[in-house]
């Protein structure tokens, strides 16, 4: 049986949608589908996006709201949700230690930067300031701290001769969309994931 996956972003949706062909045609088509989308932010790009992929999609703008009635009204659509693991790309919004708790070694985030080394927003921005020849993505499970949760997998991204911030981002982001996929077939086929939920 596949892994459901339940994707949460907050933009422009990048991740989700390169994890979404690994689902249709790439690494993940014989372990995983992705079963719903979820934003933070209704006006986020990739909801449309995913949408018109077909996806099912919801989002509680969490504007206006404190992070525990958020996450509250959040718990009620995903009780319903019927998935493996919830994969975190560029969502934006910190998760409380309570939420965690509540999925250990399923909830997966992928960090721009090395989580040992850089943690939190801009990561990219650093690593263009800091004139980095090399910067290391890092696809981790989240636990309490912020970008602290072990790490399932890294991977190099080459910045020599980068000359702008935008190169640098772009240069990350074909790596992050190629093995974003990659680490989390990876928890898929481990021995814990297996353990967890029985596929
Ligand atoms: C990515 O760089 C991701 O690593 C970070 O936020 C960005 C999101 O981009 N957490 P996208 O929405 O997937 O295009």
Redesign the pocket.
């Known amino acids: 049986m596949k892994a459901k996956l339940g994707i949460f972003?907050s933009?422009?949706?990048?991740?989700?949608l390169a994890i979404l062909e690994a689902c249709r045609s790439g690494a993940l088509a014989d372990c995983a589908v992705v079963e719903f989308v979820f934003s933070n932010k209704c006006e986020a790009a990739?909801l449309r996006k995913a949408e018109a992929l077909g996806v099912s999609t919801f989002c509680i703008d969490n504007e206006g709201l404190k992070r525990k009635s958020h996450e509250k009204q959040l718990l009620e659509v995903l009780e319903r949700k019927d998935f493996d693991l919830i994969i975190l790309?560029?969502y934006m919004r910190v998760i409380s230690a309570d939420f965690v708790r509540l999925f250990p070694k399923k909830i997966i985030n992928?960090?721009?930067a090395d989580t040992k080394v850089h943690q939190g927003l801009g990561a990219y921005d650093w690593a263009w300031k800091e004139r980095l020849i090399e910067t290391k993505l890092t696809v981790h499970f989240v636990e309490e701290g912020l970008d602290t949760g072990e790490i399932i997998h890294q991977e190099i991204v080459n910045l020599q001769g980068a000359d702008s911030l935008e190169e640098v981002e772009r240069r990350?982001?074909a790596v992050?969309h190629v093995f974003y996929s990659e680490a989390i077939k990876k928890v898929i086929n481990g021995k814990e994931f297996k353990a967890l939920s029985g596929k």
């Open positions: 972003i933009g422009r949706g990048s991740n989700m990739g790309a560029g992928i960090h721009p990350g982001l992050e």
